[in-house]
Structures are given as structure tokens and as C-alpha cells.
């Protein structure tokens, strides 16, 4: 048995995975690329794994992808990158090759790596590196992870980098043929202000693009190496110009300890699509015990909302993913009085409704156990004005990380709409479009599976519906 595995969630074989990369939609394929490690569940040179999909539900595993050339610029590792279609029919992907296994001496450059043409295989392109490094010494923390886009007529090419005095910086590059890049300036920097809501560090990594009608937001994935637990996702609202980036607030794009370098792509129905790494919150020894590690969001549709912030939402066809209804109830809750809503919750997807009405909070328990001694619970906290995942309960087990988790929620209303997806250990929540929270839970018992609700301290409704959830990789 596989307690902790997702099924609807892409998951290497075994091994380790961290980022998706080179996404794209490709011939009525949806590709999904990752940053793989097949030989143990903690992370070392990375290859790239692949997996492939029509319908964005069911993904089929494919063999390794892209893999380091002996002696080549990525020797030491194919790190993070995306995947663009050259205009001339062929896709292509752009990565950060890397030479020195030890992080202080790395050689991080910009790659590039024809696709077969059923993607299937990446072949490192003879004249790699394509940037080789970065444009300034200030650049003392890296330079990788490229996201390469066309506009006005040229390849765009924004790089991760960071300066330990000073902050995050993004670098731009631009092309005519993707193979000769010449250096366009610093696309936008950071100010290392630890006195920030949203302290972005000292390195930012896997910057990604979301444009849009009400602005753009640029996403970067923060690195912080005094302190790793402080590993965060910013988005920052603003617009794109000429000059480079100009930033005018920033948010959180999730509020999950277990998001991370995600990556975005768009597709031929012009929407964006993001999927983001699903880090463990469970030691590497737990790890190497279960026989792989990390595991991908489901993709989600992301969009720059009229406040210039991002809006995220599983993608219309994740419905596909809703197998043998469990409950399509509307609930009226007394004060502390506990309905539970299924004993088959350990792959679940529940939609509620909630209508607080004199309630305080509402608290949905998931992966509960028949004593209730293991619980991870949802708790929309209209006093606190927020939603949050408690997990100090999630596990008996002492190898997990078991923080509370939380997002904002405007009391004024006392609605919510919540969108829960459980897959075995992963948990992603949805509050209105406005808000995930991507996190763990590692329940040690085989009948931590229950979920149910409860109102505190007044009375609420809920709308609940719940889903079996289907298997969906092979
Ligand atoms: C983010 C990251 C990227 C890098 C990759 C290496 O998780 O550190 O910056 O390209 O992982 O696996």
C-alpha cells in the first residue's frame, strides 16, 4: 500500500522531483517537463521527466527527456527552463545548463535543446551555451531558470539572479533566432528589505510571466539562503515596459509552505495555465522510505485580476477528475454540532459554499481518523479574518512538519466559497479565486480518510458537494 501517493497529481515513478518545466501545448498534447532526479528521493543533477496529456486530466509517464551532456554546459545538471515553439515548427527548450557540482562554484548559462518531433527527446543544441553567464559580477547568487517569450517582433528572455547585498534581480536578454543573445538590461530588482510583508530575499528564481488586460505580474520564486524554510512564491503586480519591470504591489501566489517554482504557460485557448512544485514537508529518510518525493499541483488557470493581483482556479477540465459523488448536501449547522460529510476522503474534491451567519468560524476536518486523534482541518475564522489549514493534529507520526497555514479572508460578507482537492498527502485549497493554499498532510493510520464539518459558536450553511477522486496518471 501507498498512503501518502497521489493519483491525480503528477508524481515521478520514484525518485525525487522538484519544478515543472517547458510547458507547452503541442500538436493537441498537453507536455509537462520536471526537474528529476530518478536515482534517490533527494535532490542531485537534474534531468528532465516528462509526461503528457490531452485533456490536462489523465497524463501518461514518459522516459527521461533531457538528460546532461558529458563535458557539455550542463554537465553538472539540466536546471530549470521553458519551452517555446521556434516559429518555424519546431519546439524548443530553454534551460539553465550547469557545470560544478559544488553550489558556490557553479557555472550556471543558458541552454537550448531541440525537441524530437514527438517531444519525447530534448537534444542539447551544438552551440550551447547560448548566454554564457551573467552580465555583471554583482550577480553573486546565480543566474538561471530562463522564461523566454516573442514580442515586437523579438525573443524575450527574463534570467533568476541575485546579489547577497542588495536583493533579487531579473536580467533580459533579447533575440532574432533564440541562438545570439544580446544583454538588454536589468528587468527589475529587488531591495533585500527583510521590513517587507513579502521580504523577497536575496535570489530570485523561476521568474515567470502573466500578462493581462488589468496589468502583468511577474512571479518569482524567492530564495532566502540564511534561512530555507523562508522559501516563498511573489507575485508582483505591475506592467511589462520597455525599460523593464515596473512593480506596484505584491502578493502572495499561494499560501502554502509546499508551493514552489511554478511555471506557467499559454495555451491555445489563450489561457494561462500554472503548475507548481508540491515540495515534502516530511524528512528525506521518510522520503527514501516511501520511494519518491515531491509531486506537482494540478494545473491551474491563472489571471491578473482588476486589483493588478493574480486569480487562480483548478482548470475547467480538472472536473473530469470527479468520479463516484459522495454528498450533495445543503446543511443547516448548529453551534457545535459535527456532520460528517464522508469516510472515503483520503482522494477527495469538495466544493462548500459557507454562509457564516452568526457563526465565528466553520471547520472542515480532512484525512480524520474514526478517534479523531489525527485531523488537518480547514477553519474559515471570521474573527481572525481568515482561512486557515491547521495541521498540528495532521499526523502522529513526528517526521512531518506540521504548521498552520493562512490566508486573509474579509469578514464583512460571511460568504465563502471553498474548492478542497485531497489527493492521499497533498492538499490544495481554493478560497474564491482570490486565494490556494498548497500543503501536506501525512496521516499515519489507513482509516485517517473521514472529512466533516462543524459550525463554532453560532449557527451557518453550507452547500457541500464531494467527489471520489479518480485516478488519473498512468
Ligand atoms: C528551484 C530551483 C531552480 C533550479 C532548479 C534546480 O526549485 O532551485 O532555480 O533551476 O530548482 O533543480
Known amino acids: 500500500m501507498k498512503p501518502n501517493r497521489p493519483r491525480a497529481h503528477l508524481t515521478a515513478p520514484s525518485g525525487w522531483i522538484n519544478d515543472p518545466n517547458g510547458l507547452i501545448e503541442w500538436q493537441g498534447h498537453y507536455h509537462v517537463y520536471y526537474q528529476y532526479n530518478p536515482f534517490s528521493c533527494e535532490w542531485d543533477t537534474p534531468y528532465w521527466g516528462h509526461a503528457v496529456s490531452t485533456d490536462l486530466v489523465h497524463w501518461r509517464q514518459m522516459p527521461v527527456a533531457l538528460r546532461p551532456t558529458p563535458g557539455g554546459p550542463d554537465a553538472d545538471g539540466c536546471f530549470s527552463g521553458c519551452m517555446v515553439d521556434d516559429g518555424n515548427g519546431a519546439p524548443i527548450a530553454v534551460y539553465t545548463g550547469v557545470v560544478g557540482a559544488d553550489e558556490d562554484m557553479r ?36 543566474f538561471r531558470d530562463p522564461f523566454v517569450w516573442f514580442e515586437d517582433g ?15 534581480i531579473i536580467y533580459r536578454y533579447v533575440s532574432d533566432d533564440l541562438l545570439r543573445w544580446e544583454y538588454a538590461g536589468v528587468f527589475h530588482r529587488g ?10 530575499g536575496i535570489m530570485w528564481e523561476c521568474p ?81 522510505r516511501q520511494g519518491w518525493a515531491g509531486t506537482l499541483t494540478l494545473p491551474r488557470e ?16 480538472l472536473a473530469g477528475l470527479r468520479g463516484t459523488p459522495l454528498l450533495e448536501a445543503g446543511l443547516d449547522l448548529a453551534a457545535g454540532e459535527r456532520h460528517p460529510l464522508t469516510e472515503a476522503g483520503a482522494h477527495l474534491w469538495l466544493e462548500a459554499d459557507l454562509r457564516l451567519d452568526d457563526a465565528d468560524a466553520v471547520r472542515i476536518e480532512l484525512l480524520a481518523s474514526p478517534d479523531r486523534r489525527e485531523h488537518t482541518d480547514l477553519v474559515v475564522d471570521r474573527r481572525a479574518g481568515e482561512v486557515r489549514l491547521e495541521r498540528g493534529a495532521s499526523s502522529r507520526s513526528q517526521a512531518a512538519e506540521t504548521a498552520t497555514e493562512r490566508c486573509a479572508f474579509d469578514p464583512s460578507s460571511g460568504r465563502v466559497g471553498l474548492t478542497v482537492v485531497v489527493d492521499a498527502s497533498t492538499i490544495e485549497v481554493f478560497v474564491g479565486e482570490e486565494a490556494a493554499i498548497t500543503s501536506r498532510a501525512y496521516p499515519t493510520g489507513p482509516t485517517s480518510t473521514a472529512a466533516a464539518i462543524t459550525a463554532e459558536g453560532g449557527r451557518a450553511c453550507a452547500e457541500v458537494a464531494c467527489w471520489e477522486l479518480l485516478a488519473a496518471i498512468s
Not at 531591495?191 to 523577497?200: C, K, L, M, S
Not at 491563472?302 to 477540465?317: I, Q
Request: charged share 25%; hydrophobic share 35%; with cysteine.
Open 107 to 142: 557555472v550556471e548559462t543558458t541552454c537550448l535543446a531541440r525537441a524530437s518531433e514527438d517531444l519525447t527527446r530534448l537534444r542539447a543544441h551544438a552551440a550551447n551555451p547560448v548566454v554564457d553567464g551573467p552580465p555583471s559580477p554583482e550577480a553573486t547568487e546565480g
Open 191 to 200: 531591495v533585500g528589505d527583510r521590513h517587507d510583508t513579502h521580504d523577497t
Open 302 to 317: 491563472v489571471w491578473v485580476g482588476p486589483d493588478g493581483a493574480l486569480r487562480s482556479r483548478p482548470a475547467a477540465e
Open 154 to 168: 523579438r525573443w524575450q528572455q527574463i534570467v533568476g539572479s541575485g546579489s547577497r547585498d542588495v536583493g533579487g
Open 208 to 288: 515567470q510571466l502573466v500578462r493581462g488586460e488589468d496589468g502583468d505580474v511577474l512571479i518569482i520564486s524567492v530564495l532566502d539562503r540564511e534561512d530555507p524554510s523562508r522559501r516563498k512564491v511573489v507575485g508582483l503586480a505591475g506592467e511589462v515596459t520597455p525599460e523593464g519591470f515596473v512593480e506596484k504591489s505584491r502578493h502572495l501566489v499561494d499560501h502554502g509552505s509546499a508551493f514552489y517554482a511554478p511555471a506557467v504557460m499559454r495555451d491555445r485557448r489563450g489561457r494561462t495555465l500554472l503548475w507548481g512544485w508540491i515540495t515534502e514537508s516530511q524528512t528525506p529518510t521518510a522520503c527514501t
